[in-house]
């Protein structure tokens, strides 16, 4: 569907709308083309600098020279949920060869990289295509606002120095999901009396010390699969204490055949290869856990089996109720975790806290655990956008009532693509595609002349956005977008598919673009006769 009309306002949120707002808020900037006093005008306004955002830049360039941009990103640093996340062991829970980016090749020998040495990548990138000097550090977005006549956004920023006001022609959201801010932390009865040391995560303190002491990390994810091995090294001991058991595969941290690869060929061809081996081996792991959940099963319990040798600590503690891919698989590289475990360092207890004692954790068996100090693994928060709030023609947006097209556009809302990667693969390996087709998109936009894209559903959401039963995501899940029931409303879990469909899909289906001289005459018509001209 193509048509060249005024986009129609989004459903406004049921809290409040422009002209319902508290008097403790205040009113959203209106777009007026300019911004207000001072607000700088850039073509594309890409919000984050970690791994998404620096790959949105370099492709923007590559694909658009002439475009201008900046990044907006909150923090003080390049790196983003590489740079957040500091805790022992922090690494990647997916090969690099398709974590990193297609087009700057990974040349460190582990394919299973350390957090450190992900954020030193992503910032070589931005050094190596000049985009460090387009980044506006410590600038946190809260607000855009779209205004029609004008086909800009207003996005107020929040900094040290004050607030700050850009417009833009297209905003990109390079922010992931996660809230930096905060993350997931259940209240546990007694937790005041506990007189250990109580951590979380995401706030991990650089100077605690936990040598020769008794950890207990409550949770069993990706963060406590990790942190486990790492703490061990210098612990006492450390204990998992799960609610429930989660699915385990083990992965080579090294790969000797790349090693050939990259001795014989080309950095970038050996990448590529290396690309196409790993996306594929991917997608064929995942296609078999969804068609053929149990001999997945019996593949995990193998891998779990061959390590602990304890038939009866597996069938307890590292057999999932759900089915393979319900959730994300965590990735243990050569079998640390269960190294860990084995060698008496680490230990794993399946129960429900009953209540935090003084000195530990009393369980509702009755037993209770020693601990010196608590970590709380137990998720993190997820937030669309960044938390920042959307405002269309003065409209309030509720994201929850949104459609995603594409996965990385949403219905009603014009010239504003967001970031998704895949949830059972590598983050990088759809961000990319997302990368690229922005570029294509407004490539279009200019050759036709329009000012305006607006993607329209012609079918009603059916299911969530994060399509996993993770506790993280069905926490969050009413805040973020839907999905369609097909095509182009559709996210795929599938890079093949969507390599195709993003690369070379039809960019005006199901989608509403306008010039500005068709726009209705306004009180801003000056303004748009300007960016007309």
Same mark, same amino acid.
């Not at 996005?155 to 700050?164: F, I, L, Q």
């Not at 193998?302 to 304890?310: E, V």
């Not at 949403?410 to 759809?430: D, E, F, H, K, M």
């Given at each position: 569907m193509t048509s060249t009309q005024q986009p129609s306002t989004p459903k406004p949120s049921t809290q409040q709308s422009s002209s319902q707002q508290s008097s403790s808020q205040p009113p959203p900037t209106q777009a007026?083309?300019?911004?207000?006093?001072?607000?700088?005008?850039?073509?594309?306004?890409?919000?984050?600098?970690?791994?998404?955002?620096?790959?949105?830049?370099?492709?923007?360039?590559?694909?658009?020279?002439?475009k201008s941009y900046a990044i907006l990103e909150g923090r003080d640093n390049i790196g983003g949920t590489w740079d957040l996340f500091r805790y022992p062991g922090v690494r990647s829970d997916s090969d690099m060869f398709t974590l990193a980016y297609p087009f700057r090749p990974w040349r460190e020998r582990k394919s299973m990289a350390s957090g450190e040495s992900i954020r030193h990548y992503i910032s070589d990138t931005a050094d190596e295509g000049g985009i460090r000097p387009h980044i506006r550090f410590g600038t946190k977005v809260v607000r855009s606002s779209w205004d029609t006549a004008t086909a800009r956004w207003t996005? =107020?920023?929040?900094?040290?120095?004050?607030?700050?006001t850009y417009t833009c022609s297209f905003l990109y959201m390079c922010s992931g999901y996660y809230n930096y801010d905060e993350g997931y932390q259940p209240e546990f009865e007694g937790r005041e009396d506990f007189t250990g040391q109580w951590v979380h995560p995401q706030f991990w303190p650089q100077d605690l010390d936990y040598a020769g002491k008794n950890v207990v990390v409550i949770g069993s994810g990706a963060t406590a699969v990790t942190l486990?091995?790492?703490?061990?090294?210098?612990?006492?001991?450390?204990?998992?204490? @799960?609610?429930?058991?989660?699915?385990?595969?083990?992965?080579?941290?090294?790969?000797?055949?790349?090693?050939?690869?990259?001795?014989?060929?080309?950095?970038?061809?050996?990448?590529?290869?290396?690309?196409?081996?790993?996306?594929?081996?991917?997608?064929?792991?995942?296609?078999?856990?969804?068609?053929?959940?149990?001999?997945?099963?019996?593949?995990?319990?193998?891998?779990?089996?061959?390590?602990?040798?304890?038939?009866?600590?597996?069938?307890?503690?590292?057999?999932?109720?759900?089915?393979?891919?319900?959730?994300?698989?965590?990735?243990?590289?050569?079998?640390?975790?269960?190294?860990?475990?084995?060698?008496?360092k680490a230990s794993v207890v399946t129960d429900h806290i009953?209540?935090?004692?003084?000195?530990?954790?009393?369980?509702?068996?009755?037993? =209770?655990?020693?601990?010196?100090?608590?970590?709380?693994?137990?998720?993190?928060?997820?937030?669309?956008?960044?938390?920042? =709030?959307?405002?269309?023609?003065?409209? @309030?947006?509720?994201?929850?009532?949104?459609v995603a097209y594409r996965g990385l556009m949403?219905?009603?809302?014009?010239?504003?693509?967001?970031?998704?990667?895949?949830?059972?693969?590598?983050?990088?390996?759809?961000a990319d595609l997302v990368s690229r087709y922005v570029p294509r998109l407004l490539a279009h936009m200019d050759r036709k002349g329009y000012a305006i894209a607006t993607p329209r559903p012609d079918q009603k959401p059916d299911r969530p956005l994060l399509d996993l039963k993770s506790g993280y995501v069905q926490r969050s899940v009413s805040k973020f977008p839907k999905q369609g029931e097909n095509d182009p409303w559709r996210l795929r879990q599938n890079f093949f598919l969507?390599?195709?469909?993003?690369n070379r899909g039809d960019l005006t289906r199901d989608m509403s673009f306008t010039r500005l001289v068709d726009l209705p005459r306004t009180s801003t018509e000056h303004g748009a006769k300007e960016l007309a001209s």
């Open positions: 007026s083309g300019t911004g207000g006093p001072g607000a700088e005008h850039l073509d594309v306004l890409i919000v984050g600098a970690g791994l998404s955002g620096v790959g949105a830049a370099w492709r923007l360039q590559q694909e658009l020279p002439g996005v =107020e920023t929040r900094t040290a120095d004050g607030p700050k486990i091995p790492a703490m061990a090294e210098k612990a006492g001991h450390v204990t998992m204490l @799960q609610r429930s058991p989660s699915y385990l595969t083990v992965l080579p941290s090294t790969d000797p055949s790349a090693d050939a690869l990259r001795k014989y060929l080309p950095a970038k061809l050996a990448h590529h290869l290396l690309r196409a081996q790993y996306v594929t081996l991917t997608q064929a792991f995942y296609q078999l856990a969804r068609r053929r959940p149990e001999r997945v099963k019996k593949i995990l319990r193998g891998l779990a089996l061959k390590f602990l040798k304890d038939e009866k600590a597996v069938d307890e503690h590292f057999t999932p109720s759900y089915e393979p891919w319900d959730q994300r698989l965590c990735v243990v590289p050569e079998g640390d975790f269960f190294t860990s475990i084995r060698h008496g009953d209540r935090i004692t003084p000195t530990g954790i009393r369980l509702r068996s009755g037993e =209770e655990i020693a601990a010196d100090v608590i970590v709380s693994a137990t998720g993190l928060t997820l937030q669309p956008l960044g938390g920042m =709030e959307v405002f269309v023609d003065g409209a @309030q947006v509720d994201l929850g009532d949104t949403l219905s009603g809302i014009p010239n504003l693509a967001l970031c998704i990667g895949y949830v059972n693969a590598s983050w990088t390996l759809r969507d390599a195709v469909g993003m």
